[in-house]
């Protein structure tokens, strides 16, 4: 389970969130490429849009539960919320 004490700090402010577990599998990013990108430099993923539409909030949902890690995180119950 991601936590949310370990994110990293590219993450955008928002309820979704990558914390420092993630292995740069590139799944997020194949599952919400709108959401997710990766952050060259350090090799792993980070959320650059939180969702704002039904569609992208389904993607970035499924993109957590798919995670081989749990590297995803969620905060909060409501888009928009945090």
Do not use: H, W
Request: hydrophobic share 30%; glycine share 8%.
């Amino acid at each position: 389970m991601a936590d949310i004490d370990q994110r990293v700090p590219e993450n955008v402010p928002g309820r979704f969130y990558v914390d420092v577990t993630c292995i740069d599998c590139d799944l997020c990013r194949e599952t919400a490429p709108g959401n997710f990108v990766r952050l060259d430099d350090e090799g792993y993923s980070y959320v650059l849009k939180q969702p704002t539409t039904p569609d992208e909030e389904t993607s970035c949902l499924a993109a957590m539960e798919e995670c081989p890690v749990e590297a995803i995180g969620i905060d909060g119950e409501k888009a928009g919320a945090g």
